[in-house]
């Protein structure tokens, strides 16, 4: 069972595409297939579909669509602080501000830049993604490339098993280098919120495929994002007297009022 996307030209589109079919499909698919073209590529529309979408998602006390991108890849703070002093920055000054108000929510981040290493009975710290970019970086250089060695696991067996909720919802990532060194990036989701997190996470991850193109060498290539649950989910909460959320109606009023800024 699956349901295959056409392909797309860019996040926005992607995500309205998806999100569209997945609503026809009474709000709920598996193993759901979007193929981006190019995941960086911007336009009026693009731009229009993430104002609305921005827009409505602030307007019901949710999170924004850079704090859900910003999740996958902080880019501010990589603006910030350079790649250089990028993953100290995260970890001493963003990371514990993180920490103070949420659970373990939004850090995907962190599981990409440090996991612990036993070996000899020793444990020590790694930074997957760096050390990812640097195996990148001389396979690019060398006389021979592999191209199919690039992965990341983000499924944290002793943080996330046998946890019902709050657990990761991205779980894998998978890095292939073309002959053209164009870098294509595949990533899979366990659950995916389309409305709350969907075009946040598209973005997000279009950020870090860049980023790790640009580091190692490589041009951006195609993102794939396979769901293999996609939901167009609805909820609401009152905090403190405060709405948060939309019903199913709303939902899908905000994905008809995207699909009428692309035909």
Not at 173 to 188: E, G, P, V, Y
Request: with cysteine.
């Amino acid at each position: 069972m699956y349901l295959p996307i056409p392909p797309q030209p860019s996040n926005a589109r992607a995500w309205v595409a998806a999100a569209a079919a997945v609503q026809d499909a009474a709000g709920e698919a598996h193993n759901v297939i979007i193929d981006i073209a190019d995941p960086v590529a911007e336009d009026a529309t693009d731009a229009a579909i993430i104002q609305v979408v921005d827009r409505y998602l602030r307007g019901h006390n949710t999170h924004s669509i850079a704090t859900v991108a910003n999740t996958i890849f902080p880019e501010s703070t990589l603006r910030r602080y350079g790649p250089v002093d990028f993953y100290d920055a995260y970890h001493q000054r963003v990371l514990p501000r993180m920490k103070r108000i949420t659970r373990d929510w939004g850090r995907y981040f962190e599981r990409l830049t440090k996991w612990a290493k036993i070996r000899n009975g020793q444990i020590s710290t790694i930074n997957p993604l760096q050390d990812l970019i640097t195996f990148m970086q001389a396979q690019i250089a060398g006389q021979r490339t592999y191209r199919n060695v690039y992965e990341m696991t983000i499924y944290d067996p002793a943080r996330d098993a046998q946890k019902i909720s709050n657990r990761q919802c991205l779980s894998f990532l998978s890095f292939k280098l073309m002959t053209d060194r164009q870098l294509l990036l595949t990533a899979i989701y366990r659950n995916h919120a389309y409305i709350s997190r969907g075009l946040g996470n598209l973005i997000g991850l279009g950020r870090l495929q860049a980023f790790v193109a640009q580091q190692s060498g490589a041009s951006v290539g195609s993102l794939t994002c396979v769901s293999t649950h996609a939901e167009i989910d609805h909820f609401k909460n009152n905090r403190n007297g405060v709405t948060e959320g939309w019903s199913k109606r709303e939902a899908a009023e905000l994905v008809n009022s995207c699909k009428r800024l692309i035909e």
